[in-house]
């Protein structure tokens, strides 16, 4: 299994530079054909954020982008669970996918509520704004 950051699964999903997107290709498709390609929670957050803020993708794009890449047959992630309730939550909610990773964290600690002075955010269940 091999490992990927975020400016290669950048370049996979944006396919802005050619060179690069082949590059980021070949390499993607030989871990999927020898093993597998594993991301890690935070490159999906990463990721989840240039979409957002440097392409200007809706949040429709975005979550149905990183969904496409998490269900892609031989691609496992850090923690599928987690991100499969992060994006649930991201595409109904106002808040970051960044926000809603953080707070199913929380969760799954026992460690709410998940203060927050984002108002977006807090007005999920579990999420208490700091006033």
Request: net charge negative.
């Amino acid at each position: 299994m091999e490992a990927f950051d975020t400016n290669v699964v950048v370049r996979l999903l944006v396919r802005d530079d050619e060179e690069q997107f082949h590059r980021a290709d070949a390499v993607w498709r030989h871990a999927l054909a020898s093993g597998g390609a594993w991301v890690a929670t935070i490159v999906l957050v990463e990721v989840s954020w240039v979409l957002r803020a440097a392409y200007r993708f809706d949040r429709s794009t975005v979550a149905s982008a990183l969904r496409r890449l998490v269900g892609t047959e031989g691609v496992c992630v850090e923690d599928e669970l987690a991100t499969q309730r992060g994006l649930d939550a991201y595409e109904v909610g106002s808040a970051d996918f960044s926000d809603y990773m953080i707070l199913d964290a929380s969760r799954a600690h026992g460690a709410v509520p998940l203060n927050t002075f984002d108002e977006r955010l807090g007005r999920s269940l579990d999420a208490r704004l700091v006033l």
